[in-house]
Every structure is written in C-alpha cells, then in structure tokens.
C-alpha cells in the first residue's frame, strides 16, 4: 500500500479509536451539561477520580479495570446525586446557578485533584489487563486492543443510555426536564428527583469513562486537565443534548486531532482541535450537529 | 443588592471618585512606608504576591461579577501580558513599565477578539471558550521559539533602581500602583453607565436588551478593559522572576483564584475582589510557608465551595444583610 | 534513631538526630545552635513525584551527618517549602529563607523551571547556590556562584547526544538514518537539539523530526509516522507519562530500530518499570545512574538502602534510581565545601567549590565553567533480560546496562529494539 494512504487509513482508525475515549468522557457531560443545564466542569476530575478508585479496586481484588469500572459506577451515580442534591439546595433552587454554580464546580473540581494528590501522591499509576499488550494487525491497519476494547466499552455504554433515554419514560422525563419542568409536574413527576437522577446517571458515565482511561494510559490526579477542554469541545460541537451528535463530534475529534499529528506533527493538533472549536462557536454556536434554536 | 443602581447626582459622584483616589493612595503610601520600616526583602515579594492577585481579581470582576459571564482563561490573559513583556524585552530592551503598557494593549485586544467571537452566545459558551483559548495561546507560545518556546525566557533584571532600595522593592510599587489603578478602574465602571448596563445584563440580559440596552457593546467594552487588566496583571510577572516559561505563566493557580477571589469576597461589587484577594493571597502566602503542602491548595478549594454556596454574595453581601 | 513524622509541615526540622537536645521545631532547637540549610521544593503539583523524593534524600544525609556530630561541631537543621511546581511561587519563598529564617546554607528546588526565577533573589544576596537537576539554568545569568548537581555540564547541544550516537558505532553495520521526537520542554529540546547538531558527523540523515505537547494523549499516529520514515534509529526526548504512552504505541505497533533510546524521563522511574516490563528490552536510554559494579562509588549502597527502606510511606519512588542519590550528593558538596573552609561565609564556600573535587556517593565531582560540571557524565544504559514487571531485578546488576561512557561501560549493546523476543 502507498505509504500516506497507509498513514491516513491508520491516522483515521486511531482517530476513531480515541474518538470513543472522548465519547465516553463527553457523553456523561452531555447528560449534564447539555441536557440538565449544569456546566459540570468538574465531570473529567471525577473521572480520574474513579480511575484511580478502579486501580486501588482492581488491584486489590484482581478484576478487570473494566468491570470494575462498571462496578464502581453505581458508587458514583449515588455520588453524583449527592453532588447535585447539594447544587439545588445552594444554588439551582436560589436561581445562582450561572455564576456561583459554576464557581462551585470548579471547586469541586480543585478538591477531587488535591485531595487525590494527598491520598495517593503524585505518581502516576496504572492497572493494565493482560489483553491490552495484544494488537490486532488488518492489513497495513494496527488496531491495538489497549484503545479498541474501551471505545466499544464506551459506545456500547452509551448505546445502552441512549436506548433508555428513548425508550422509558424516565429516559424521556430525563429529555424533557430541561425544556419544560412545569410539564413534568403537571404529569406528577417531580423535575428535582428526575434532574437528580440524570446527574446521577451522569457521574455514573463519568466512573465509565475513567476505567476506559485507565486502560489507555496511566493516570495522575493532575490527568484531567487534558480532558476538560476536549470534553466540552466535543459535547458543544455535537450539539449539546444529543448524545448521537456528542459520538459523532466525539469521533470527529480524535479524527482531527490524529491526523493533524500524523501529517503536521503532533505539536500542532491541539491548536487545530480548539481552533476549530473556536470556530463553531463564532459561526454555528448550535454545534456541528445540533438543530439551529 | 448594591446602591450603586440609583444615579448618583454628578457632583456628589466626583466628591465620591477623588475621595476613593485620595484613600487609596493614602493607603498604598502606608503600605510602602510600613513595609519598608519593616526592612524586610520578603515583605516586598509577599506582597507582591497578594498585590498581582487583587489586580487579577479586580479585572475578572469587571465583566465575571458585573456581567455575568465567567473567564475561564485569566490564565491565558495574564500569560498575554507576561509574553508581551518578553517580547518588548528581547526585541527593544525595555522594561517593566512599557511592558505593562504593551501587555495591556495585546491582552486588551485578545479580549476584545475573544468577545467579539463568542460574547452573542450564551454565557457558558463564552467560558468554554476562554478555557479554549488559554490552551490554543499555550500551543502558540511553545511553538514559538523566539520568546523561548517551552524552555521559558530569561529576564536579567537589574540589581537596583535608582530611588529604591531594591529591586524587589521597585518591582512591588509598580504592583501596588497597579493595584491602586485596577480596583480604581473597576469602581468607576461600577458607577458609570456601563457598570449599570452590565448589571443589567446579568439580572437579565433579553429584558436589557428589550429596552434598547446596547447589550453587546457593553460587553466588548467589559471584556476589552477585563482581558487588559489581567495583562497588566501578567506583565511584571517575568521582571518578578527574572524568568517565564508556559507552565508557569499559564499555571491553574491564576485561573482558580482570578474566579474564587471576587466570588470571596462579593463579586460585582469593587471592594469584593479587594478583599478576596488579600484575604485570599494572605492565606495561601501564608500557607505555603507554614503548612507548606498540597493542603494550602486544598483549603481553598473548599473555601470557595462553601462561600459560593453559603454565603452567594460573598463577605461584602453578608455584611450588608446583617 | 527518631523517624521524622511530621511530613506535611515544611519545617522539616532535622536538628540532632541522636541528640535530644535539639527538637523538631526550630525554637527548641536554638540551644544548640544548629545550621540550617533551607530550599523550596515541588511537593505537589508536576515536579512532586521528583521533588519529593529529593527531600527524602536530604533527610537522610541529614540524619547521617547529625549521627555523625554535624557540621563544623552544629547540628544540621532543613528548613523546606512547597513551590507547588509553580515558578511564581519560588522568588517569595527564597526571600522568605534569606529574610526571615535567616537560614545559613541555600540550596536549589528541583528542574531548571524552578531554579530559575529564584537566580534574582540568589544574586542579589550572593549566596552560594548548589542546585539540582538543572539545565543551563546559569548560560546566560553567569553567576560566579552557582554549583549544579547535574550531570549534563556546560555545554548540552555539544555534548548531551555524544553516548548515544557513539552506541551507532557498536552496531555490526553503520546505520544511515535517524528519527527525532521531542516533547515540549526545556530539557528535552536541549536534547533533542544535541542530537540534532551531532548526527551529521555520525553519518545519519534526520528523516523525522517534530515536538509534540505534553497534553498528547495518543502517541499512536505520531509512531507510524516516524514508521512510515524508516529510521535505522531512533531518538526520543519524553517525559512522563508521555514515555509511557509513546513505548506502549511502539510496541503495538511494531516499530523496531537497529538503535532506539534517546532522553527519555520515565524509564528511570519504578513505577514506569513495573508498569512497562518486557517492553523496556533493549532500550538506549539516557541515565544518570545504574546500579552496575562501575557504579559501586562508596556510600550509594548504604544510602539507597535507607532510602529504600522509607520510600514506600512518603510515597515516592521505591527504587532510588534516579536522582536521589544526586540529591544526598548535593547536600555532600555544601557538607564539605564547610567542613574545607570551616566557615559559613558564602564567599569562603564559593572559592572552595571551584577549587577543589568532591567525593560524594555519585562519584568525584569537579565544577568547572559557569558551576557545571568539569566533565559531563551522561549515562547511556540498555535495559536488558527482562521479562516481567518485578522490580528486585532494578536492585541488581545487568538490568540497566552502562555502554556508555566507556570508563563505565558494563556490559555489550544488544541490537535491534523490539525484536520478537
């Protein structure tokens, strides 16, 4: 094979691959963030915060950090209901959400990483299952298990939520809080319970996310810096509420990001990745994917 | 929740500005000359230190506290005005002040840019967003290499000032005249009509905007005159260390203060940022040489977590409830 | 032998550590009149992994001098503050030590990053300054008093690459190109501009060279990039845990060389031999120490045992491999630069470190041009004959062989990388 078509076919495979981690991370966000109105920009701190419940978790008890991070996920979910309940009591109830909610996540955030940095030091650690040294060869096309069983992982996952979100009647109070609560509690649904459950839901996707992080690379409490722009690039791009579009930006991303580095060099694909973010904002702030309002 | 939505009658207002001009030098000058009674070269650095936090914190609140919208990226901002420093520095040769003049400049218009891209969106869009362009400014600054790229600059300062005892002391009464002029800034916006425009906006930005409050002007102004600010804030900061890199111009720290400090204290008021800063900056200055441990970072974040939510309109809206 | 407990206070007060006369706190220790040496270092944040390991190995020197009856007849006393990985933070912190604690002895936080903005504050006093693990940190300031622990010397760009391009030489045929990857930081672009400069003369056409930032998350497309260059080696200048995301996408992807190493920070660390393993087999890599019988200077083993045996619960790095020894060295030249001038004069100490060698438990060291080290000694070591992610094997000889420079040389350079086993 011509050796750019080899690098572009490979640049786009691994482009994909690390897609579904940033689905995985982005899609917990577009619960919150998108659906519910809750810039949690605390969501990848909590991630990494798993992450490192799954390593201590798994290490002890010898499991897969995938299954453990979806056994450590409803742990999380009741977490993130925690979290919120304390976030409507302060703030969404006063109506401060905009300025001092926002203020709050971040410090929310602050605390997940210092007090991880506190409980476990700042070296980084890992949990590697014994499939992720194995690669799977198509052709001229690597697929290394370490980023592909998590992106299925992942996207099996949020096929799953987005499943409920369509099918139960939860699932469609969930899509429907945010454009009309009045609605909600007209059909004796109380919108605070149903909001609670959704961040719950949320955080849960998040401990999800984390395991699939701990897959791909060893993680340190400072690991969720590189993320937090990414993930609310991603959710912003796929149109906010919509947890196709958030996959599809999610893929979109990585694509983007690994071929910039393939062919330009690494040095350059975060500026591209946000330049282009920049430039949804000012000319489609409805995202690549979303409806115009 | 503040007096200032009643317009004041004109001469009243003026009396009211040359007072505040008058009390602030008043009390920078005790500063300086208790400081430097004290002879101690630490007191010039920590003070520094708490004196880059309230410019910092002041510029945030001109458009976070008065508008609303919250900056993410104080860290890119401030980074503007250190690099703009530098370049001043390896191209001219010059110093500190005509720094902080360039610096204000290039920050002022990276926000006039920023706001202008974003600023018809939605307020959380707007903070996305600055969070994005910290990180595309970082890129920049490590790829180019003639400020250093990612091995940092190095300032050689001089040894003294005529006029001062040190540098260190030269380099904080630049900082404090800074300070005196970035919260002096951010009161007359307060009383003017744009601060009561921001106001406006933040309470309700369509119903503002419903009656003929230039809405987007207003906020380009804001976040022109905030993103400057936080420049001058940056600009020293390289004459302070004798030596930048990307990592520590863009450091996490300045982002969570620049936010925690107006909230702190009583974000849209002038005398809130003021007090979260030094109450703030003190605590971590102090902190950091006596406990000295990721704890200090720690105490802050839960700082800022149950003041936001206990007290939402910080120490100055407490008092003023009681 | 009183442990220290009071990790988290800063005041890691040291004083008589056989004598009860002196306690943890500095007021107590008045009496006796201690020497205190003070120092900022990154306790949290992107340097602590590092920084706190560092500070261990200044209290254990502390505690073998105490134990020994101190210095010039006083007690040792560290007095140390968390920078937080933040340059802002160090100017302040430095005038602090100088201002009010009145400390007799600086020394430097660890990384150029950190060293740096406390050079003004250092100059203005004119205090003696050994510092750690910094990178050209003295090039342009040129001050007559600044030491640096660090093995690199004077000129990086012409010497840094020399060990591992002179690896190409022991290869059975001459290779003709090289790839070249760097992160984004000061050190590692040195490095990478060494070998930059320097390839020409071996023979070697750079088919690849680029940065990379360290938020990268996926090293997979940067990999097949330089694989679709087909270099005959390999550089790279990383630190973690990039190393560990760039050797991880190597071997899924299959990417050999007949010599494939560089800079890379992070295969030094435990927790990145655990976590890599076999993957690590012949990699030419940089180092500064290695625990081969041409290593064996008098002291480091007695060190790494206490540091090995205190490691685990100040949670830094078990094996002690990598800069910790430089660290306890680093104290060594301020302990005999005193006891040889036999006064806390900053002028006296200066003059006698730039007059005379010192025998410390990494070797003889000489500083020479701008407080450097006379001769640079940058390791280039194989790890070689591993199989899993056990660390005992770190402990012992012929894991990380030395092929280079050739007093040191153990062992013979094994070749290609990655391979099938």
Same mark, same amino acid.
């Given at each position: 094979?011509?050796?750019?078509?080899?690098?572009?076919?490979?640049?786009?495979?691994?482009?994909?691959?690390?897609?579904?981690?940033?689905?995985?991370?982005?899609?917990?966000?577009?619960?919150?963030?998108?659906?519910?109105?809750?810039?949690?920009?605390?969501?990848?701190?909590?991630?990494?915060?798993?992450?490192?419940?799954?390593?201590?978790?798994?290490?002890?008890?010898?499991?897969?950090?995938?299954?453990?991070?979806?056994?450590?996920?409803?742990?999380?979910?009741?977490?993130?209901?925690?979290?919120?309940?304390?976030?409507?009591?302060?703030?969404?109830?006063?109506?401060?959400?905009?300025?001092?909610?926002?203020?709050?996540?971040?410090?929310?955030?602050?605390?997940?990483?210092?007090?991880?940095?506190?409980?476990?030091?700042?070296?980084? /650690?890992?949990?590697?299952?014994?499939?992720?040294?194995?690669?799977?060869?198509?052709?001229?096309?690597?697929?290394?298990? /370490?980023?592909?069983?998590?992106?299925?992982?992942?996207?099996?996952?949020?096929?799953?939520?987005?499943?409920?979100?369509?099918?139960?009647?939860?699932?469609?109070?969930?899509?429907?809080?945010?454009?009309?609560?009045?609605?909600? *509690?007209?059909?004796?649904?109380?919108?605070? *319970?149903?909001?609670?459950?959704?961040?719950?839901?949320?955080?849960?996707?998040?401990?999800?996310?984390?395991?699939?992080?701990?897959?791909?690379?060893?993680?340190?409490?400072?690991?969720?810096?590189?993320?937090?722009? *990414?993930?609310?690039?991603?959710?912003?791009?796929?149109?906010?509420?919509?947890?196709?579009?958030?996959?599809?930006?999610?893929?979109?991303?990585?694509?983007?990001?690994?071929?910039?580095?393939?062919?330009?060099?690494?040095?350059?694909?975060?500026?591209?990745?946000?330049?282009?973010?920049?430039?949804?904002?000012?000319? /489609?702030?409805?995202?690549?994917?979303? /409806?115009?309002? | 929740?503040?007096?200032?939505?009643?317009?004041?009658?004109?001469?009243?207002?003026?009396?009211?500005?040359?007072?505040?001009?008058?009390?602030?030098?008043?009390?920078?000058?005790?500063?300086?000359?208790?400081? !430097?009674?004290?002879?101690?070269?630490? +007191?010039?650095?920590?003070?520094?230190?708490?004196?880059?936090?309230?410019?910092?914190?002041?510029?945030?609140?001109?458009?976070?506290?008065?508008?609303?919208?919250?900056?993410?990226?104080?860290?890119?901002?401030?980074?503007?005005?250190?690099?703009?420093?530098?370049?001043?520095?390896?191209?001219?040769?010059?110093?500190?002040?005509?720094?902080?003049? +360039?610096?204000?400049?290039?920050?002022?218009?990276? +926000?006039?840019?920023?706001?202008?891209?974003?600023?018809?969106?939605?307020?959380?869009?707007?903070?996305?967003?600055?969070?994005?362009?910290?990180?595309?400014?970082?890129?920049?600054?490590?790829?180019?290499?003639?400020?250093?790229?990612?091995?940092?600059?190095?300032?050689?300062?001089?040894?003294?000032?005529?006029?001062?005892?040190?540098?260190?002391?030269?380099?904080?009464?630049?900082?404090?005249?800074?300070?005196?002029?970035?919260?002096?800034?951010? !009161?007359?916006?307060?009383?003017?009509?744009?601060?009561?425009?921001?106001?406006?906006?933040?309470?309700?930005?369509?119903?503002?905007?419903?009656?003929?409050?230039?809405?987007?002007?207003?906020?380009?102004?804001?976040?022109?005159?905030?993103?400057?600010?936080?420049?001058?804030?940056?600009?020293?900061?390289?004459?302070?260390?004798?030596?930048?890199?990307?990592?520590?111009?863009?450091?996490?720290?300045?982002?969570?203060?620049?936010?925690?400090?107006?909230?702190?204290?009583?974000? +849209?008021?002038?005398?809130?940022?003021?007090?979260?800063?030094?109450?703030?900056?003190?605590?971590?200055?102090?902190?950091?040489?006596?406990?000295?441990?990721?704890?200090?970072?720690?105490?802050?974040?839960?700082?800022?977590?149950?003041?936001?939510?206990?007290?939402?309109?910080?120490?100055?809206?407490?008092?003023?409830?009681? | 032998?009183?442990?220290?407990?009071?990790?988290?206070?800063?005041?890691?007060?040291?004083?008589?550590?056989?004598?009860?006369?002196?306690?943890?706190?500095?007021?107590?220790?008045?009496?006796?009149?201690?020497?205190?040496?003070?120092?900022?270092?990154?306790?949290?944040?992107?340097?602590?992994?590092?920084?706190?390991?560092?500070?261990?190995?200044?209290?254990?020197?502390?505690?073998?001098?105490?134990?020994?009856?101190?210095?010039?007849?006083?007690?040792?006393?560290?007095?140390?503050?968390?920078?937080?990985?933040?340059?802002?933070?160090?100017?302040?912190?430095?005038? #602090?030590?100088?201002?009010?604690?009145?400390?007799?002895?600086?020394?430097?936080?660890?990384?150029?990053?950190?060293?740096?903005?406390?050079?003004?504050?250092?100059?203005?006093?004119?205090?003696?300054?050994?510092?750690?693990?910094?990178?050209?940190?003295?090039?342009?300031?040129?001050?007559?008093?600044?030491?640096?622990?660090? =093995?690199?010397?004077?000129?990086?760009?012409?010497?840094?690459?020399?060990?591992?391009?002179?690896?190409?030489?022991?290869?059975?045929?001459?290779?003709?190109?090289?790839?070249?990857?760097? =992160?984004?930081?000061?050190?590692?672009?040195?490095?990478?501009?060494?070998?930059?400069?320097?390839?020409?003369?071996?023979?070697?056409?750079?088919?690849?060279?680029?940065?990379?930032?360290?938020?990268?998350?996926?090293?997979?497309?940067?990999?097949?990039?330089?694989?679709?260059?087909?270099?005959?080696?390999?550089?790279?200048?990383?630190?973690?845990?990039?190393?560990?995301?760039?050797?991880?996408?190597?071997?899924?992807? #299959?990417?050999?060389?007949?010599?494939?190493?560089?800079?890379?920070?992070?295969?030094?660390?435990?927790? =990145?031999?655990?976590?890599?393993?076999?993957?690590?087999?012949?990699? =030419?890599?940089?180092?500064?120490?290695?625990?081969?019988?041409?290593? #064996?200077?008098?002291?480091?083993?007695?060190?790494?045992?206490?540091?090995?045996?205190?490691?685990?619960?100040?949670?830094?790095?078990?094996?002690?491999?990598?800069?910790?020894?430089?660290?306890?060295?680093?104290?060594?030249?301020?302990?005999?630069?005193?006891?040889?001038?036999?006064?806390?004069?900053?002028?006296?100490?200066?003059?006698?470190?730039?007059?005379?060698?010192?025998?410390?438990?990494?070797?003889?060291?000489?500083?020479?041009?701008?407080?450097?080290?006379?001769?640079?000694?940058?390791?280039?070591?194989?790890?070689?004959?591993?199989?899993?992610?056990?660390?005992?094997?770190? #402990?012992?000889?012929?894991?990380?062989?030395?092929?280079?420079?050739?007093?040191?040389?153990?062992?013979?350079?094994?070749?290609?990388?990655?391979?099938?086993?």
């Amino acid at each position: 094979m011509d050796p750019t078509l080899s690098l572009l076919l490979n640049g786009i495979v691994s482009g994909l691959l690390l897609g579904g981690l940033y689905a995985a991370a982005a899609s917990g966000l577009a619960v919150s963030f998108g659906m519910l109105d809750i810039v949690n920009i605390a969501h990848p701190a909590l991630m990494v915060a798993a992450g490192f419940a799954v390593i201590l978790l798994g290490g002890a008890l010898g499991l897969d950090p995938l299954l453990m991070a979806l056994l450590v996920a409803p742990a999380f979910a009741l977490l993130g209901m925690g979290i919120y309940t304390a976030y409507h009591h302060f703030f969404e109830r006063r109506g401060d959400e905009a300025l001092q909610g926002l203020a709050f996540f971040f410090g929310v955030m602050f605390i997940i990483e210092v007090g991880l940095v506190m409980a476990f030091g700042p070296e980084q /650690r890992f949990l590697d299952p014994d499939w992720a040294f194995t690669t799977w060869r198509f052709g001229e096309i690597d697929v290394p298990l /370490r980023m592909l069983i998590p992106a299925l992982v992942s996207l099996a996952a949020i096929g799953l939520l987005w499943l409920f979100l369509q099918r139960t009647f939860i699932g469609l109070a969930i899509a429907a809080v945010a454009q009309d609560a009045q609605a909600l *509690r007209l059909m004796a649904v109380d919108p605070v *319970r149903i909001k609670r459950l959704a961040f719950g839901i949320s955080v849960g996707f998040a401990a999800i996310a984390g395991g699939a992080l701990v897959v791909v690379q060893p993680i340190e409490p400072s690991s969720h810096h590189v993320f937090i722009g *990414r993930v609310f690039a991603v959710c912003i791009m796929g149109g906010m509420a919509s947890l196709s579009g958030c996959v599809m930006a999610a893929l979109l991303f990585g694509v983007v990001e690994n071929l910039t580095a393939s062919f330009f060099g690494p040095s350059w694909s975060p500026a591209v990745a946000f330049g282009w973010l920049l430039l949804v904002l000012a000319v /489609r702030p409805q995202g690549l994917f979303g /409806r115009a309002a | 929740m503040s007096a200032t939505a009643l317009p004041a009658p004109a001469v009243a207002g003026e009396r009211r500005h040359l007072s505040y001009w008058l009390g602030a030098t008043a009390v920078a000058v005790a500063l300086a000359v208790a400081l !430097r009674l004290l002879g101690n070269e630490y +007191g010039w650095y920590a003070g520094y230190f708490v004196l880059q936090y309230v410019v910092l914190a002041a510029a945030w609140n001109i458009l976070g506290g008065y508008a609303g919208y919250v900056n993410f990226g104080a860290a890119g901002f401030m980074a503007a005005g250190s690099y703009t420093a530098i370049v001043l520095y390896e191209s001219m040769g010059l110093g500190v002040i005509p720094g902080i003049l +360039g610096g204000a400049v290039v920050a002022g218009l990276l +926000g006039l840019g920023t706001g202008y891209l974003t600023l018809r969106l939605r307020g959380v869009y707007f903070s996305i967003a600055t969070l994005c362009l910290a990180v595309v400014l970082q890129t920049l600054i490590v790829n180019w290499d003639y400020v250093g790229g990612s091995r940092g600059a190095y300032i050689i300062r001089p040894m003294t000032v005529p006029g001062f005892a040190s540098y260190g002391e030269y380099i904080f009464i630049v900082m404090l005249v800074l300070a005196v002029l970035a919260v002096g800034i951010g !009161r007359t916006v307060e009383m003017s009509r744009l601060g009561t425009g921001l106001q406006a906006i933040r309470d309700n930005e369509r119903a503002a905007e419903a009656v003929g409050v230039p809405t987007l002007r207003l906020k380009l102004i804001a976040c022109t005159l905030s993103g400057a600010l936080m420049g001058v804030a940056g600009a020293p900061l390289p004459f302070y260390a004798g030596y930048i890199n990307p990592e520590g111009a863009f450091n996490l720290a300045y982002a969570v203060n620049s936010i925690a400090m107006p909230l702190i204290g009583g974000a +849209g008021t002038w005398l809130g940022p003021v007090i979260g800063a030094v109450l703030l900056a003190t605590l971590q200055q102090a902190a950091t040489v006596t406990i000295s441990s990721a704890l200090n970072l720690w105490i802050v974040g839960w700082m800022l977590v149950i003041f936001v939510a206990l007290f939402p309109r910080g120490i100055i809206g407490w008092f003023r409830n009681r | 032998m009183t442990e220290m407990t009071r990790r988290g206070l800063g005041r890691a007060a040291m004083a008589g550590a056989i004598s009860t006369a002196a306690g943890a706190f500095p007021a107590l220790a008045q009496g006796s009149n201690p020497i205190r040496i003070g120092y900022a270092m990154s306790l949290s944040g992107g340097l602590a992994a590092n920084g706190r390991s560092s500070l261990l190995a200044h209290r254990i020197w502390a505690e073998d001098v105490n134990a020994r009856g101190g210095l010039m007849g006083r007690p040792v006393q560290i007095v140390s503050y968390d920078d937080q990985s933040n340059p802002a933070n160090v100017p302040s912190l430095y005038t #602090k030590l100088i201002d009010v604690d009145k400390v007799d002895i600086v020394t430097s936080p660890y990384a150029t990053a950190m060293i740096a903005p406390s050079m003004p504050v250092i100059m203005q006093r004119g205090m003696t300054y050994v510092s750690l693990f910094g990178a050209g940190v003295n090039e342009k300031l040129r001050y007559d008093r600044y030491f640096s622990m660090n =093995v690199t010397g004077d000129d990086i760009k012409g010497t840094y690459a020399r060990g591992f391009l002179e690896c190409t030489k022991m290869l059975p045929t001459p290779p003709r190109t090289i790839s070249i990857l760097a =992160v984004d930081n000061d050190f590692a672009q040195r490095a990478a501009e060494s070998v930059r400069s320097m390839s020409r003369e071996y023979g070697l056409r750079i088919v690849y060279d680029r940065s990379y930032p360290p938020t990268t998350v996926d090293f997979t497309p940067t990999i097949r990039a330089i694989q679709a260059a087909r270099p005959d080696v390999v550089f790279f200048a990383s630190y973690p845990p990039d190393s560990n995301g760039i050797l991880r996408a190597v071997s899924e992807l #299959k990417l050999t060389a007949a010599l494939f190493g560089g800079g890379m920070v992070g295969p030094q660390i435990a927790a =990145v031999q655990a976590q890599l393993g076999p993957i690590l087999n012949n990699l =030419v890599n940089w180092d500064v120490y290695s625990p081969e019988p041409t290593m #064996k200077f008098p002291g480091v083993e007695a060190f790494q045992e206490k540091y090995r045996a205190r490691a685990p619960q100040e949670q830094t790095d078990v094996l002690g491999n990598y800069l910790q020894p430089y660290a306890y060295a680093q104290m060594q030249v301020v302990e005999q630069a005193v006891n040889r001038a036999r006064s806390l004069d900053q002028a006296a100490l200066a003059a006698d470190m730039k007059a005379n060698p010192f025998s410390t438990i990494v070797g003889d060291v000489k500083f020479g041009n701008l407080g450097e080290w006379a001769t640079p000694r940058n390791l280039f070591v194989q790890f070689q004959n591993i199989t899993d992610g056990d660390l005992e094997k770190y #402990k012992r000889p012929g894991t990380k062989v030395i092929l280079y420079p050739p007093e040191l040389k153990s062992g013979t350079l094994r070749t290609p990388y990655g391979a099938p086993a």
